[in-house]
Structure formats: structure tokens, C-alpha cells
């Protein structure tokens, strides 16, 4: 069954670094997602993706984050200057063309900023 | 703007009961509705989603939830829970129309299943 695949699963950086987490949607699908969940919080959007460009994007996606569809199978998430509060679970997500909503989840990347 | 409720953070239910998890939603137009699960160390996995046709959604694994619109509620049941079961679970509501693809979740329920 085609699934969603995340890299790395756990990063550990220092404050100020810049992270790139990867992620591998489903072949055929078109639309792109970053959610992420703060320990013990709830999920939450950050930005979608279509068709090359930004299509939506919370009030959490500032200047410091940057998504990037480099080739034609991964999907990025750059944070230029990690601060302590983006410790999270970060997960991709993607879905297909006709619009049910349902999103398949990757299994999502642990970033802790130390 | 839309919200999701989940009444009950935790939820602990024998080996073999009904599984009743709580979910209320706010939108200002007709949404889409859908449970996910959380295993541990592992992402979200779609149990069931409402999409304006039948109101009794069947899902993955037992589970099934009805959609009351007088209720603004969308609850999730399986009528004896299994061991396996024990996972976070989350309801979560995206718009029925235009573009935006985006999904509000709830803040999750941990559901423990007892021997």
C-alpha cells in the first residue's frame, strides 16, 4: 500500500541551526501538507501545498519556515532559525485530486531544539 | 472558522465494553468529518470520515460514527473494545466546499483498554 515517508525520524539540533525535514508523498497525489504537534497539544496546520506554490498557511508558518517541492517526489520543510518552541513531531502529509479531505499522514520527524 | 471538541482527554474502558468517544464540532458551513488514530511512535492513520452522504459512517477495525447535525456532533463508537485499540484519538473537521484543504483538530483522546 503506498504511504508517506518521513526523514529523518528524530533530529536533535542546537538553537539557531537550520533544519530541512524531508518527506516522500504518495506518487500520485497533488496537494502537500506540514502539520506538527507540540507534546502533548493538538495538531496543527501549518501550510499547504499545490501545484508548486503556497496554497494556504497558518499564522504559526512565519518568515523562518519555507516549504520547497525540489524535485518530483520529496516535499521540504526548512526552519532557517530554530528556537526551543519548535520542538515538536512534525508530520507530512499529501492527497489526491478529487477532494474527500482524507489526508495520508507520514509517520512524522521528533524535532528537539536543545 | 471551525473548531473541533473532544470531551474526555482519557478514556478507559474494559476489554469487551463499548467505546464511546465524544466529538462536537463548530463550522459556519456544512464540514467534512473524520476520526484519526494514533499508535504509538507512528502517524496519523484514517479510521472514518463523513462527507455529507450517509449520516452512520462505518470505519477501519469496528469503528463507526454517526453524524448529528441538530447535535453538531460526530461520536465515535466500536461496540467491544479490543486491547489493540488503545491509541490516541482524534477528530478533526475541514470545509465541505471550496478550497481549502486543511484539517482543525481536536486536542485527542487517549483511550486505555483494560484486561
Known amino acids: 500500500e503506498p504511504e508517506v515517508t518521513q526523514t529523518p525520524s528524530h533530529q536533535v539540533t542546537q538553537m539557531g541551526q537550520e533544519v530541512i525535514l524531508r518527506c516522500v508523498p504518495i506518487?500520485?497525489?497533488?496537494?502537500f501538507y506540514w502539520y506538527r504537534q507540540i507534546l502533548g497539544q493538538k495538531v496543527e496546520f501549518l501550510v499547504s501545498?499545490?501545484?508548486?506554490?503556497?496554497?494556504?498557511k497558518s499564522e504559526i508558518f512565519d518568515d523562518q519556515f519555507s516549504v520547497e517541492r525540489p524535485d518530483g517526489s520529496n516535499f521540504t520543510l526548512k526552519i532557517r532559525s530554530t528556537k526551543l518552541e519548535d520542538s515538536a513531531m512534525y508530520f507530512c502529509a499529501s492527497s489526491g485530486t478529487g477532494y474527500t479531505g482524507e489526508l495520508f499522514f507520514g509517520e512524522g520527524s521528533r524535532l528537539t531544539v536543545l | 472558522a471551525q473548531s473541533v471538541t473532544q470531551l474526555g482527554s482519557h478514556v478507559s474502558v474494559s476489554e469487551g465494553a463499548l467505546v464511546l468517544l465524544r466529538c462536537n464540532y463548530s463550522s459556519s458551513v456544512p464540514p467534512y468529518l473524520f476520526w484519526y488514530v494514533q499508535y504509538p511512535n507512528q502517524g496519523l492513520q484514517l479510521l472514518l470520515k463523513?462527507?455529507?452522504?450517509?449520516?452512520l459512517v462505518k470505519g477501519i477495525n469496528g469503528f463507526e460514527a454517526e453524524f448529528k447535525k441538530s447535535e453538531t456532533s460526530f461520536h465515535l463508537t466500536k461496540p467491544s473494545a479490543h486491547m489493540s485499540d488503545a491509541a490516541e484519538y482524534f477528530c478533526a473537521v475541514s470545509p465541505f466546499s471550496g478550497s481549502a484543504r486543511q484539517l482543525t483538530f481536536g486536542s485527542g483522546t487517549q483511550l486505555t483498554v483494560l484486561p
Open positions: 506518487s500520485n497525489h497533488l496537494y
Open positions: 463523513y462527507t455529507s452522504a450517509a449520516t
Open positions: 501545498f499545490y501545484n508548486n506554490e503556497i496554497s494556504e
